[in-house]
């Protein structure tokens, strides 16, 4: 079963609305956790590492007004989508590594987000 | 910085024909390689990885070897089936690390029954 729940898995809403999407990593705690950005056909594009605690760490192009990202527990990270508009449709997916750092991630399934 | 260069797509094939979609990579050290599997409206899922050079990668029916020498990872499958059609993406991670990853640009794969 998933070890990474994302949810939701899709919404739709109008342009100006703030959307807020979960990420829990169930059966294990995650102090760090990654949000991807994937537009369509392409690949995924990292947008910020979750720190449980403290900041967030963007990337390079990020804006981190417009994507806040909170980790306030051990097994949820959040990225709010604020004000957003058409330009930020997109496919956004939260992963969270489980064990020593040589392990691989667990992904989420995704959010599909779609901004009328 | 790490890159990761994919075989672009798409591929599509026929049911038992054998796979390969290629991939390269330009990193300092040893990074960790990985393919990853994205199923329509899906996340992404662990296929293989491969930790060190010469380390092969499986899993059902799929392998990757990591050829330092050639800086590549290239996936195969001698016989897909219909169930594989998917897109598949390569990555890599920084030496020792599987967390921040750099992923190719993905290949989509159909298999036609």
């Known amino acids: 079963g998933a070890v990474v729940s994302q949810h939701p898995s899709w919404v739709i809403c109008k342009s100006g609305t703030s959307v807020k999407i979960e990420c829990r990593s169930l059966?294990?705690?995650?102090?760090?956790m990654f949000w991807y950005r994937q537009f369509p056909k392409q690949s995924l594009m990292l947008m910020a590492t979750?720190?449980?605690?403290?900041?967030?760490?963007?990337e390079q192009g990020v804006e981190k007004d417009k994507f806040l990202i909170n980790h306030a527990s051990l097994t949820l990270s959040t990225l709010t989508v604020t004000s957003a508009h058409p330009e930020d449709s997109s496919f956004y997916i939260c992963?969270?590594?489980?064990?020593?750092?040589?392990?691989?991630?667990?992904f989420g399934d995704g959010t599909r987000l779609s901004i009328l | 910085g790490n890159s990761v260069t994919q075989m672009e797509g798409p591929v599509t094939l026929s049911e038992e024909a054998f796979l390969t979609i290629n991939c390269t990579y330009t990193?300092?050290?040893?990074?960790?390689l990985f393919w990853y599997v994205q199923y329509p409206g899906e996340g992404l899922q662990l296929l293989l990885k491969?930790?060190?050079?010469?380390d092969k990668g499986s899993n059902k029916g799929f392998e990757a070897t990591y050829r330092k020498e050639t800086t590549s990872f290239h996936l195969e499958k001698g016989s897909v089936q219909v169930s594989d059609s998917a897109v598949y993406f390569c990555?890599?991670?920084?030496?020792?690390?599987?967390?921040?990853?750099?992923f190719g640009s993905g290949t989509q794969l159909t298999v036609l029954p």
């Open positions: 979750s720190n449980e605690g403290s900041k967030a760490t963007y």
């Open positions: 059966d294990f705690q995650a102090t760090t």
């Open positions: 990555a890599l991670s920084r030496e020792g690390s599987a967390r921040q990853l750099t």
């Open positions: 990193a300092t050290g040893y990074p960790s």
């Open positions: 491969a930790t060190k050079a010469d």
């Open positions: 992963s969270a590594p489980q064990g020593a750092s040589n392990q691989p991630q667990h």
